[in-house]
């Protein structure tokens, strides 16, 4: 395959592939960049246009829109704490808090260039897997995915800010919400009063717009005044800042890439756990965890590093076996199909120039969208020095409309409208957000696979194997660890008095 | 006089207390309709609901009754671990703040809050109804033209410009360039 190195990066310079490269970016900028629209839309979009097209040119099309969609949608997460799709959830932590401390011009500085090297971590990872990612995919199994979403779940024990009690109430009605709907492993229909609409269960997009947009927009319009809470100045500062920020946290960088990498690779996991994982690993590593949330930058370097090195490993599975672990990838399998290549073991022996440009291209859209993002980032930062009066309607029909696209749904929209209204209410009354979308995202994969490996090993399943164990051992560090560094704290403490 | 009569209220059903409530009363349901399910699919759900309204009801209990505040320690304190500084000491100031009951001078900014976010439901509920019987983008322009107006008292010049610069995005994006049926 990498006697085929050269070749490729001759297809992807030669004219007019820099073009569709640029093209294909902006477009999936812009679907990142509005709430309810992502990958899945922006390829489907694409693959009526790319039918009859030179394979490799449709490819770089098609990945460079599907490179920029999570940078994309970061910046609405950092400016207007609205995540354009589901993976930038996490960003708006501590993204939007460095907005309000005027501090934009940093948080895009460090998204952008995390995104940057998270993507150029995933496709390094990507060409080194392809040949060995066989063995590596058929290594998780149910326990494992379980013990992935425990690990995600003990998160909300750290980032429960003011009250570990109300965290972990949120956490409860977040698990309690997942439930809802069409249980894949007994088959039953819970909690779905009468109504054909919740047999899927909340669906995660809507919920993310309602909690995270419409919540914010309410908040915005009767607050009202302006988003930064600084005066404007006219120019962008701490750009630079930010960009230095992920080399002086080079460590956490390559650890969150490495995790979303891992999620990727594993089938039907997704981006948001990506993202939720690396933020999580970010506040337990942390010396100052009571920081997140705040405004750290940390917080926003780590999972927009794994929510970008996620995609070089999610291309794992899908190249290799044709298995799509995403929606995204499913579009994207059925335009390489269209495209008459064949994903699996032979696409590698029989089009090796074909999966370099796409790992190529992966890089190299990142690379753009990163440096339009921070070439423009001084125009996007006006916008939180618009009245909130005028910011929120346009807030409140981005995400609402973007909800209703989803699907074509009017109970979508509802749903948006009822989460938004809750969000409003657990912020103001001190429960975690944050607890309620780790919970929901992470809850039906941890039921269904905590009854799938009952079903098939018992309750040894989860012990007996090794990446399992290993998994379990390492959240239960995790948990004890901030306790077991108080109690040494303490008795050094006490031993100096 | 006031403050001292309303801190020493055996009950007060505050707007903190009302949605502690409204949780509690999720999580009772889920609990009760739990058993309508065969037992492996009621297991996790029931166990959420149960542990559920067993803390909500102490959190209901700890907001809706200022003297227990004290006894219910474990549920008003600050976080385990955020509530330390970078130094390891225990943000104590916070967490006295936590036990304080919620102070009686904001009653009326209370009512007034909650009127305002009743309203924006009410201008949100029209407009889904409107989206539901009209074309997206009349319902649209509409709600921002109105809202712009009414709510935030901008000019009428402000509010058309807005509404018809939205408009004509998504018009271009929804309609020309995605084709959606809406």
Redesign the interface.
């Known amino acids: 395959m990498f006697e085929s190195a050269l070749p490729a990066l001759q297809i992807m310079l030669s004219w007019p592939a820099p073009l569709y490269l640029l093209l294909g970016t902006l477009l999936g900028m812009l679907f990142g960049i509005l709430p309810g629209l992502g990958g899945p839309q922006a390829l489907a979009l694409l693959l009526p246009i790319t039918y009859g097209m030179d394979v490799n040119l449709a490819i770089v099309l098609m990945v460079g829109a599907m490179a920029a969609v999570p940078f994309g949608g970061s910046i609405p997460a950092i400016l207007i704490n609205t995540p354009g799709t589901g993976q930038s959830a996490a960003t708006t932590f501590d993204g939007f808090p460095l907005t309000q401390k005027g501090k934009a011009g940093m948080a895009i500085g460090a998204s952008a260039t995390a995104s940057c090297l998270g993507a150029f971590f995933g496709a390094i990872v990507l060409t080194v897997l392809l040949p060995i990612g066989r063995q590596i995919v058929l290594l998780f199994s149910f326990p494992e995915y379980f013990m992935l979403a425990l690990m995600g779940l003990s998160v909300i024990v750290v980032v429960s800010k003011d009250s570990l009690w109300k965290g972990l109430i949120s956490a409860l009605l977040g698990l309690a919400l997942s439930t809802f709907g069409y249980d894949p492993v007994t088959g039953s229909v819970r909690y779905t009063f009468g109504s054909d609409y919740l047999w899927d269960g909340i669906r995660l997009m809507p919920a993310f717009i309602g909690l995270f947009a419409v919540g914010e927009a309410l908040e915005l319009m009767i607050r009202r005044g302006k988003i930064a809470q600084v005066p404007y100045t006219g120019k962008l500062s701490g750009v630079t800042d930010g960009i230095k920020s992920v080399f002086q946290n080079f460590g956490l960088f390559l650890r969150c890439s490495f995790i979303g990498c891992i999620i990727g690779i594993i089938p039907g996991v997704g981006g948001a756990v990506a993202n939720f994982l690396a933020y999580g690993h970010a506040v337990q590593s942390s010396k100052n965890p009571e920081l997140f949330g705040t405004g750290e930058i940390r917080g926003v370097i780590a999972p927009e590093s794994g929510n970008n090195a996620k995609d070089g490993g999610a291309l794992v599975p899908t190249l290799i076996f044709g298995i799509p672990g995403s929606i995204e990838m499913a579009v994207f399998l059925g335009a390489l199909i269209v495209l008459g290549l064949e994903p699996g073991p032979r696409m590698m022996m029989e089009n090796p120039e074909t999966i370099l440009v796409l790992i190529y291209i992966l890089v190299a859209g990142n690379i753009l969208v990163s440096l339009i993002g921070i070439f423009g980032a001084g125009y996007l930062c006006r916008l939180t020095f618009f009245p909130n009066t005028l910011l929120a309607p346009v807030i409140f029909m981005l995400a609402l409309m973007g909800s209703y696209l989803t699907h074509g749904l009017i109970y979508d929209v509802v749903l948006s409208l009822v989460f938004g209204v809750l969000s409003l209410a657990m912020k103001r009354f001190g429960f975690s957000k944050l607890a309620v979308v780790i919970a929901l995202v992470l809850g039906r994969l941890a039921q269904k696979t905590f009854h799938q490996t009952l079903l098939l090993w018992g309750v040894k399943g989860f012990f007996v194997r090794p990446i399992s164990l290993g998994l379990f051992l390492v959240t239960l560090a995790m948990l004890l660890f901030p306790f077991i560094r108080d109690f040494l704290k303490r008795r050094q403490a006490s031993r100096t008095i | 006089m006031t403050d001292q009569n309303q801190i020493e209220k055996p009950f007060l059903l505050n ?2 207390a009302l ?2 409530l409204i ?1 509690l009363i ?2 009772l349901l ?1 609990t009760v ?2 058993f309508d ?2 037992p ?2 009621r297991s ?2 029931l166990g ?2 149960i ?2 309204s067993i ?2 009801f ?2 209901f209990l700890a907001d809706a009754m200022p003297p227990l505040r004290s006894k219910l320690r ?13 130094d ?1 000491q225990k943000d104590t100031q ?1 967490q006295e703040a ?1 036990l304080e009951p919620p102070h009686p001078a904001k009653t009326e900014k209370v009512s007034q ?1 909650w009127w ?2 009743l309203r ?2 009410l201008w ?2 029209g ?2 109804v409107a ?2 019987l009209v074309n ?1 983008l009349i319902a ?1 322009g509409a ?2 033209v109105l ?2 107006k009414i ?4 000019a009428w010049k ?1 509010a058309l410009l ?1 509404a018809g610069c ?1 408009d004509a995005c ?1 018009f271009v ?2 309609d020309i ?2 084709n ?3």
């Open positions: 707007d903190s949605f502690d949780i999720f999580f889920m309709i739990a399910y065969n492996r699919a996790i759900p959420l609901g542990v559920g803390m909500m102490l959190q474990f549920v008003v304190q600050s976080g385990i671990l955020s509530g330390e500084k970078p390891g916070k936590a809050y305002q976010v924006m439901i949100l509920t407009f889904i989206l539901s997206y649209v709600f921002i809202i712009t709510e935030a008292q901008e402000k807005l939205v998504f994006l929804f360039i995605l959606a049926q809406l």
